[in-house]
């Protein structure tokens, strides 16, 4: 028997990549460990006839002998097909195992003899780019599970891991009658209101974790709700909260805690924090379980884990220009005009005897000529408040003044020294880097 299977509490890039693979496969079976992710269980109450999924546990797993694993790697995640992978490691020849994935590399990976993958968005981007390089047909229903799996996982194409391979698979799904409209009705169901409820008591209980480089917050209270319920309410948490990442701990009657992180910065690594716990997940999202640990303590060591795993955010002096051209008050703004060209600059910090006095920009020179007042000197039209930043400060403060006092250069200081500038073009420099594939 050819089976292929996903990670428990199965999610839409985790169905449509099963699905993708049964068309690859004519004749094998899917079998999954029954739970899902709820608004994948929400479709299948209408596609669970289109769509045939098994439980494990009703399958004869002694048969496998060709066991195709997609979205995950890790055995802690793949409990329901255990016995097979415990057969394939003893007797290799008997039971083969390929692996399709978009996850980092873990210690807990299972040993596959056929590996395919691809740091992509989804891995049903990889599934439909097999599909489309063996010339196989997909009809609108398979087309619209398809987009959905990379809807999913790529945040709508939204995230930082999507690429353009991503949006290249869902391009063709469109055209091969993929229906958007439904994509957005099974994608994102409306909260029920025993999930509005846990929504609102969670909100309530959260609390940012101190210098952890980012905005990371934690957020952990008691409940009997089931993991899909406590997936989608930490989602729905995460888009409403201003924090750069957010940890929700669940602890349930039984004993068993459950952990769920959404993030959306590099810094804090989700995956990896969670695989601390045993379980996993991917740098925006991810979730562990902890047996037998008081709430207090998985939070502690949570904390733990976060400090230990946040990368450092950039820092002003990483990303500032030096050394500083400055001008003086009594330049005549004709002067200044060609020296702003001849750097490239569009504005400079006033510097009179190493202190600085005022900030100048191509602006306030616009306003002065407009105002007849071209030939006068930089001190008669420089701003005298001026907004400035420490080189160690992290950049998104940096980012958060130019917000606030809506200014396109910060002058770095260190005590009383200029020692760089923090401009808008610096920033748009670092923002757009290349993208991830
Ligand atoms: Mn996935």
Redesign the pocket.
Known sequence: MKLITSHETT?F??LA?CVALQKLLPGALIGLSGGFSSNVHQYLALHRDRFRTHRCQDLDLKAVDLLVVT??RKRARLTHVEPVIERAAKDPLRVRVVVW???PASPDDLHADEEHVQPV????TLLVEELRARAIDVDREEATLFAL?IH??TGSLSYARSCSRDAAALAWLLGQGAQSGLVQRFLRPPLDPLERELLVRLVAVVEEVPRAGASVAIAALETEEVPPTLARVSTEAFRILPHDALFCVFRLRNGKSHIVGRGQTDTVPIGAILGDFGGGG?AGAGAASVHDTPLEEVVATLRQSVARRCRQPELVRDLMSSPVRTVSPDTPLPELTSSLREWGHTGAPVVDGGRLVGIISRRDVERAQRQGRAEMAVKSCMAHRVHTVAPDAPLRDALAQMREHNVGRLPVLDGARIVGILSREDVLGYLYEESPC
């Open positions: 999610d890039d985790g990549s979205d995950v994935d978009h996850h968005g989804s891995v049903t799996g999913e996982d991917h």
